[in-house]
């Protein structure tokens, strides 16, 4: 299959960078998730908000729910109440 070639509506092009960005989405919440239990809340919520950036929104919909999630948890350690809620 060609990169140009459609395959379930989609080009193989696009299917590879959204598994890529999937990927990459993961990768930065483990990268929150060490600052959070190093105690370093505003390194996470950086990390979780990138995260939640390059995530596809289909492909990644329960992951970002957990993005959400992790940095609404930072924002009640820094006393933001109102953050954590919009998360």
Do not use: W
């Amino acid at each position: 299959i060609t990169g140009t070639q459609k395959r379930n509506g989609g080009s193989v092009q696009d299917e590879v960078v959204n598994v890529n960005l999937d990927m990459l989405s993961k990768a930065l919440k483990d990268l929150g998730n060490a600052e959070y239990a190093a105690g370093r809340y505003h390194g996470a919520i950086s990390l979780y908000t990138y995260a939640i950036d390059v995530s596809h929104e289909v492909i990644a919909k329960a992951n970002r729910a957990i993005f959400y999630s992790n940095r609404s948890q930072c924002f009640i350690f820094l006393r933001q109440p109102d953050h954590a809620l919009a998360d």
